[in-house]
């Protein structure tokens, strides 16, 4: 039970410094579908803030669903649907192209942006837009406009204006340690801090509405549980219970949070209620109940338990109450949580291979019981599932450090978003915002 406690908290005493990510791309998927994002026509005495079309191509690359065609191999630049010569892209193998321009608006201190996704064996038009932007906004604007393509062509919403949550640590010259509580765009930029302490920090959770964090941190000298709203910064302690108060996940309808507490004399689920300040135990076991995640609909939640003499993953009804165990491959298995369609759950998985004893995210069919592994790396810590369900990001060990990584739910796609100076831990990804 003690080394089980100890493997969860060992991702809290790495250093880490910069909240800001960078990409690296590793693979993408065997199925990508092939698309040229032709650089826009910038119509401004001036260089602009940022780089629509590239910002849009990167994108697309690192979702795993598009191959996108460097900008050497281009036979001609485009700006308009009237200026493609649909022969010259299908000789270059591509299926769809997008194009457009920057344009300044006049007497304003706006920017237009018109772009055009079109489809090359149909040669029709599949999107035709103008935006309005500030020159400010312009990143926000090249998500908006890859979210656009990316639901036109795959019909699944794009999460490319979603952001991620995370933390970082760094080593003081006094030998104490700074956690920080980070917010950024899903591509890892535009990073801020939205809390700094001292003190240990884990789990970050967000509200379905996006407009809140929950998360626990030691600020005041033992675990506790606060809520912080992610614009103002407004902060409030939740719980502060003697013993552990750990794991918070919020509920699908935002009403209430699920929480491993240990007032009790052990560590069970308990639901909180946010509204009457007011929480109800959910397991009574001997073992340790924690890290658990609700269904979609609400009506059950996955968790890990030693109940059985190691961690496991275990599904409960909130009707009945009665755990049922989900994962048998294996003596250690954690941080399991639903996947969108509700049909299966990923997990941390410690590998049973000969010669592999690293820790792996995994993936196992509710129904049928097969497990499927998803990464290769090791280390991995901390699934959290995309809000379109496509993607996995988590934490792992990469050259000695820990970064964040993103893996495709199919298994193809895989990137990293390292800091420059040291460790990132456990991400969570928001919902659409």
């Not at 060992?10 to 998927?29: D, M, R």
């Not at 055009?116 to 998500?143: C, G, N, Y």
């Not at 675990?223 to 699908?252: C, E």
């Not at 609400?298 to 009804?317: A, C, I, L």
Request: zero cysteines; hydrophobic letters at 35%; charged letters at 20%.
């Amino acid at each position: 039970m003690k080394k089980f406690l100890i493997l969860i908290l060992t991702a809290f005493v790495s250093a880490a410094v910069n909240a800001e990510l960078v990409i690296e791309i590793e693979v993408g998927s065997a199925s990508a579908q092939p698309i040229a994002i032709v650089p826009f026509a910038n119509k401004n005495a001036s260089p602009l803030p940022e780089d629509v079309s590239k910002i849009i191509a990167n994108n697309l690359q690192r979702s795993g669903d598009f191959d996108t065609l460097p900008t050497s191999r281009m036979l001609g630049l485009p700006e308009r649907f009237d200026q493609v010569h649909f022969r010259d892209w299908r000789r270059l193998g591509q299926s769809y192209i997008v194009v457009g321009s920057v344009t300044h608006q006049n007497g304003s201190k706006q920017v237009i942006v018109d772009y055009e996704l079109v489809d090359i064996f149909t040669q029709k038009s599949l999107i035709s837009e103008r935006v309005k932007a500030s020159p400010t906004s312009l990143r926000k604007t090249a998500h908006y406009i890859s979210d656009r393509v990316y639901q036109q062509i795959t019909g699944v919403q794009g999460v490319f204006s979603t952001k991620i949550a995370y933390i970082t640590v760094k080593e003081l010259t006094n030998k104490q340690r700074q956690y920080r509580l980070n917010v950024a765009d899903a591509d890892g930029k535009g990073a801020y801090t939205l809390f700094t302490s001292r003190e240990p920090m884990l789990s970050p959770s967000w509200s379905n509405d996006g407009q809140h964090l929950t998360y626990v941190s030691y600020d005041s000298g033992r675990p506790a549980i606060y809520i912080q709203h992610v614009i103002s910064g407004n902060q409030r302690k939740v719980t502060s219970f003697k013993g552990l108060n750990d794991s918070p996940m919020w509920s699908p309808d935002d009403s209430s949070l699920v929480m491993t507490l240990s007032k009790d004399g052990n560590a069970e689920l308990y639901s909180y209620d946010l509204a009457r300040d007011r929480t109800e135990r959910l397991t009574f076991d001997s073992g340790i109940d924690t890290e658990a995640s609700w269904s979609q609909d609400g009506k059950s939640v996955v968790f890990t338990s030693d109940r059985g003499g190691s961690p496991q993953v275990y599904r409960m009804s909130l009707r009945d109450r009665i755990p049922e165990r989900l994962s048998f491959v294996g003596k250690y298995n954690t941080r399991p949580r639903y996947s969108r369609d509700g049909n299966s759950i990923f997990y941390v998985h410690k590998s049973t291979e000969p010669g592999d004893q690293g820790f792996h995210i995994a993936e196992i069919d509710i129904e049928t019981g097969d497990q499927r592994i998803l990464t290769s790396t090791s280390l991995d810590e901390s699934p959290s599932v995309s809000p379109n369900g496509r993607m996995i990001i988590y934490s792992t060990l990469r050259g000695g450090s820990k970064v964040l990584a993103v893996v495709s739910v199919d298994g193809g796609a895989k990137y990293f978003l390292p800091s420059n100076k040291g460790d990132v831990l456990e991400p969570a990804w928001s919902p659409f915002l």
